[in-house]
Structures are given as C-alpha cells and as structure tokens.
C-alpha cells in the first residue's frame, strides 16, 4: 500500500507561478513511477506529467515548457512547478504513484488561475 498527500495549491493570476508538492509514504520501494493528473470541471482527468524510477519524465504537449517534474533523492516526494500559469490550467490537480499491480491516487488539491 502507498499514501499520498499533496499541498500547495491555491490560487494565482495567469503568468504566475505554483509549486505542488506529494509525498508518498508506506511501500515506497514498490513505486515504478509518480506523476501528476489533474480535472477540470466537466472534463476527463488527463496527464500532466509523469516520472519514472529511472528518471524518465514525460510531459503533456499543453504544458511542455511551461512545468517541471523533479523528485527527491529518497523518491518519496515528487515536485510539480508550474510556471506562466494559465486560465485553463485551473484543475483538481492529483498526485499518482504506480506500482507493478495498481495505482494510486492522492486526495487532490486545487489550482485556480485567474485571468
């Protein structure tokens, strides 16, 4: 089993920046790779960015650029910077960890970008 938790969301006017941060504890050494989703309003949930065990990080094509994906050294706490935030990044933004038989899933926390 993994816990995951999330801060630091909020809200902030477009152009600014945000910094999510997850922190992923119990059976940590099973985790292949973390990464962020997030959902707005009426919409699927969809992929931000992910990261692997290896280091391997995958970005979507919307916020290419724009966000970083980074870890600690432990690999128990993944980083989501966000910066030139726009309107349309304004989300549930979730946090991910994957093992070899499931996922996980943090509880949320909001971004709101405000035009």
């Known amino acids: 089993q993994v816990q995951l938790v999330e801060s630091g969301g909020g809200l902030v006017q477009a152009g600014g920046s945000l910094r999510l941060s997850c922190s992923a504890s119990?059976?940590?050494?099973?985790?292949?790779?973390m990464g962020w989703y997030r959902q707005a309003p009426g919409e699927q949930r969809e992929l931000v960015a992910t990261?692997?065990?290896?280091?391997?990080?995958n970005y979507a094509d919307s916020v290419k650029g724009r966000f970083t994906i980074s870890r600690t050294n432990a690999k128990n706490t993944v980083y989501l910077q966000m910066n030139s935030l726009k309107p349309e990044d304004t989300a549930v933004y979730y946090c991910?960890?994957?093992?070899?038989?499931?996922?996980?899933w943090g509880q949320g926390t909001q971004v709101t970008v405000s035009s």
């Open positions: 119990g059976s940590i050494f099973t985790i292949n790779a």
């Open positions: 990261i692997t065990r290896g280091g391997s990080t």
């Open positions: 991910n960890a994957g093992t070899w038989d499931a996922h996980y």
